[in-house]
């Protein structure tokens, strides 16, 4: 059985994708920041161990080592690593700023750092969910400040990410999940074109699947289409 670790678990497009994961027969283990959440607690109550909650804040460093000891006493090899955990924030002062590049940009790094020795063997797959409000070249907004910044910048580091580890035989998967009905605000958003369960199912495919250009980094989305960033 394949294994993946989901940040983000709790609901929205995480807790999604943690459902396409069991469907699909890996063993799961969510991230969990949200206790009093039920869902993620229902998921793993109705799949008995093929669902384990990891309690996991993502912008908080020794959160993230604890969650990789955690998951090294349950297993030796971790196949796949989604950073999906993310936030966004409607003021742009100081404080707002640094919330959301805690969570995601050095989120990510935090992430990677602690599970890279997991997954020395076994599918060597690091997937990272982004934006297009991350992409430079074809930026339209006008204000977001914080959250796209911090989609630039993550951007960036699964770039150099990618330049580091891609010789080592690891495959990444960089993906834009379009307009989704999520709770990036707190509550559920009643705008968007995407459902996190539509996206989550075109995600999942795209993690999954093996690519034959897998020395090529890109940006997907909900379409199946490339993106510059």
């Known amino acids: 059985m394949k294994s993946v670790f989901v940040t983000g678990a709790d609901r929205g497009v995480g807790f999604a994708l943690c459902q396409q994961f069991v469907e699909h027969g890996w063993k799961v283990y969510a991230g969990q920041f949200m206790p009093e959440w039920s869902e993620l607690k229902g998921l793993q109550e109705s799949c008995g161990e093929q669902v384990e909650m990891i309690p996991?804040?993502?912008?908080?460093t020794e959160s993230v080592r604890a969650a990789a000891d955690i998951v090294a006493k349950r297993t030796?090899?971790?196949?796949?690593?989604?950073?999906?955990?993310?936030?966004?924030?409607?003021?742009?002062?100081?404080?707002?700023?640094?919330?959301?590049?805690?969570?995601?940009t050095l989120g990510p790094i935090r992430m990677v750092e602690a599970f890279l020795p997991l997954m020395r063997t076994g599918l060597k797959r690091l997937c990272f969910v982004s934006s297009e409000a991350g992409s430079i070249s074809v930026a339209h907004r006008t204000d977001s400040f914080a959250y796209c910044m911090s989609k630039t910048a993550l951007n960036m580091e699964v770039r150099l990410m990618f330049n580091r580890l891609a010789k080592d035989g690891y495959s990444f998967r960089l993906y834009h999940p379009g307009?989704?009905?999520?709770?990036?605000?707190?509550?559920?958003?009643?705008i968007g074109n995407f459902e996190p369960e539509e996206?989550?199912?075109?995600?999942?495919?795209?993690f999954a699947e093996d690519r034959d250009w897998e020395d090529v980094l890109v940006m997907t989305d909900v379409s199946n289409e490339c993106w510059p960033f």
């Open 199 to 206: 996206t989550a199912a075109v995600a999942y495919a795209q």
């Open 179 to 190: 307009w989704v009905r999520s709770y990036m605000m707190g509550s559920k958003s009643t």
């Open 76 to 104: 030796e090899s971790l196949d796949m690593l989604v950073n999906c955990a993310g936030i966004g924030g409607m003021d742009d002062d100081r404080e707002a700023m640094r919330a959301v590049f805690h969570v995601n």
């Open 56 to 60: 996991l804040d993502a912008a908080d």
